[in-house]
């Protein structure tokens, strides 16, 4: 009995540790630093389309490409060579100081935080443009401790440069440990803005077999059952089969995560650049899921996650005709055959503000919706 006790008053203290009072969660985490955001922007982000920083005949062009996308991302990860990193971080501080880019979101994923450059790029970043930067996306998040840890360090460091708008955080889910801890690592910080799925990452960590990045795989299928006939079930008949999406689970329970913490959930890459198709498909896989946009790592895939994460103006002419019927939004109503009640124009509503803010920004998205 008295272990017993003894076990639970140890229980209680660590309880007692990790309390904190909710009123403290949007306190900042430095004197002086800017108090966090209560609610989490949503400008449009279609697409986080990736720039290497340390290439000067890239960033030359970025003032002619940020028109076309909703964020641009300066990488300091990966496809950034080991002896390249210190140039890509110093490429980035020239994008962030000399370049206009208009209302163009700018964003950056600095490295690992296991990596030895995570410190030199979260310091020389906030404290040389974190006035311009818009969210700083973090690499391989395991868990709520990360995201803790970039959390006050970016408090002091907001300080030191004197911000007065708090810096945004975005985790990447990369592996088996991270997407455990989605929820908790979703409600970790007032700066959370949102998640992306790694799947090339997360693809090794968990052990899956296959070698491609994101996608689905013709391996991983469900076969029609075979004919029968008289003697019973014909196994050597050809059956139909039907491949399946790797990444279904994930990012359902990606979006779950981030709806809970009123966050941003985005599909991450597509490997294959020439096959836009598959891409195309991924991409809408994920948007009809509740993802918000994805990335884009080839000018060829802006379009298609410009198409994808853009309502179909069918879809919204639809939507504004729910609600025009609905009137109030109570009751149950049948229009053109189909009942139509207070969740479907809480869906329609999804649908028309994504809609009125996309066309805000880009006018021949407005014309076809007739706004």
Same mark, same amino acid.
Request: aromatic share 4%.
């Given at each position: 009995m008295a272990q017993h006790?003894? &076990?639970? %008053?140890? $229980?209680?203290?660590?309880?007692?540790?990790?309390m904190r009072s909710s009123k403290d969660f949007f306190k900042p985490l430095a004197a002086g630093a800017p108090e966090p955001l209560r609610e989490i922007p949503f400008p449009p982000s279609r697409m986080i389309h990736f720039f290497p920083p340390h290439l000067d005949k890239v960033t030359a062009k970025l003032p002619d490409i940020a028109p076309t996308v909703d964020i641009l991302l300066g990488n300091l990860e990966d496809a950034i060579p080991a002896d390249q990193k210190e140039n890509a971080r110093a490429g980035l501080v020239k994008v962030g100081k000399e370049l206009d880019l208009g209302d163009t979101q700018l964003w950056t994923?600095?490295?690992?935080?296991? $990596?030895?450059?995570?410190?030199?790029?979260? +310091?020389?970043? =906030?404290?040389?443009?974190?006035?311009?930067? &818009? #969210? +700083?996306?973090?690499?391989? =998040?395991?868990?709520?401790?990360?995201?803790?840890? =970039? &959390?006050?360090?970016?408090?002091?460091?907001?300080?030191?440069?004197?911000?007065?708008?708090?810096?945004?955080?975005?985790? +990447?889910?990369?592996? @088996?440990r991270g997407v455990a801890n989605v929820?908790?690592?979703?409600?970790?910080?007032?700066?959370?803005?949102?998640?992306?799925?790694?799947?090339?990452?997360? @693809? @090794?960590?968990?052990?899956?077999?296959?070698?491609?990045?994101?996608?689905?795989?013709?391996? /991983?299928?469900?076969?029609?059952?075979?004919?029968?006939?008289?003697?019973?079930?014909?196994?050597?008949?050809?059956?139909?089969?039907?491949?399946?999406?790797?990444?279904?689970?994930?990012?359902?329970?990606?979006?779950?995560?981030?709806?809970?913490?009123?966050i941003l959930p985005f599909y991450g890459p597509f490997g294959d650049i020439k096959d836009t198709v598959a891409c195309e498909d991924q991409f809408r896989n994920a948007f009809l899921l509740g993802c918000v946009g994805a990335w884009s790592l080839h000018p060829v895939q802006i379009d298609i996650a410009k198409k994808v994460f853009s309502p179909d103006p069918k879809d919204v002419a639809h939507a504004l005709h #729910?609600?025009?019927?609905?009137?109030? %939004?109570?009751?149950?109503?049948?229009?053109?055959?189909?009942?139509?009640?207070?969740?479907?124009?809480?869906?329609?509503? =999804?649908m028309v503000n994504l809609a009125k803010?996309?066309?805000?920004? &880009?006018?021949?998205?407005? @014309?076809? /919706?007739?706004?």
């Open positions: 006790i003894s &076990d639970g %008053g140890a $229980s209680t203290r660590n309880l007692a540790s990790r994923r600095v490295n690992s935080l296991d $990596s030895p450059w995570v410190l030199d790029d979260l +310091i020389t970043l =906030v404290t040389e443009i974190g006035d311009r930067l &818009d #969210v +700083i996306m973090i690499p391989k =998040v395991e868990g709520p401790e990360d995201i803790h840890y =970039v &959390d006050r360090l970016l408090a002091q460091l907001e300080v030191k440069a004197g911000l007065t708008k708090p810096l945004m955080v975005h985790a +990447i889910l990369e592996t @088996a929820e908790e690592i979703c409600l970790s910080s007032p700066r959370m803005q949102g998640l992306s799925l790694g799947p090339a990452d997360l @693809a @090794a960590n968990r052990r899956m077999k296959t070698t491609r990045v994101g996608g689905g795989h013709p391996g /991983y299928l469900v076969r029609q059952d075979p004919p029968r006939g008289d003697d019973g079930p014909i196994y050597d008949a050809e059956r139909t089969s039907y491949q399946q999406d790797l990444w279904h689970y994930t990012i359902s329970r990606m979006v779950d995560a981030c709806a809970t913490a009123g #729910v609600i025009e019927e609905m009137g109030d %939004g109570t009751g149950a109503v049948m229009i053109d055959g189909k009942m139509e009640d207070d969740a479907s124009v809480k869906q329609c509503h =999804v803010m996309l066309a805000a920004r &880009d006018p021949e998205l407005a @014309a076809r /919706y007739g706004f």
